[in-house]
């Protein structure tokens, strides 16, 4: 658990900075469609539930992506080689 707790407090790079951001609008913009006071149609309320979990998504991927990661999702500098030894 502490080593997703790391993950989360680690340095993210800038476009995972920019699609936290985007996924959080995302998210307000589908609680306002969903929270509204007046009576929607059924399309917009069902297009504000996808936005609010395409946001929650996009937001909670982007902030455990940190600069330590590679393309392929091993840590940069080291990690295991199969044997038990750190590289």
Same mark, same amino acid.
């Given at each position: 658990m502490s080593k997703i @707790?790391? !993950? &989360? *407090?680690?340095? =993210?790079? *800038? #476009? #995972? *900075?920019?699609l !936290?951001? +985007?996924? $959080?609008?995302?998210?307000? @913009?589908g609680t306002v469609l969903l929270t509204a006071p007046v009576s929607l149609p059924a399309t @917009? +309320? =069902? &297009?504000?539930?996808? $936005?609010?979990t395409a946001g929650g998504v996009a937001t909670a991927v982007s902030q455990i992506t940190n600069i330590a990661d590679?393309? &392929?999702g091993e840590t940069k500098g080291g990690g295991h080689d199969g044997d038990g030894n750190s590289s």
């Open positions: @707790v790391d !993950r &989360i *407090k680690a340095p =993210t790079p *800038k #476009f #995972f *900075k920019v !936290r951001n +985007v996924g $959080l609008v995302l998210a307000g @913009v @917009v +309320v =069902t &297009i504000g539930g996808y $936005l609010v590679d393309a &392929i």
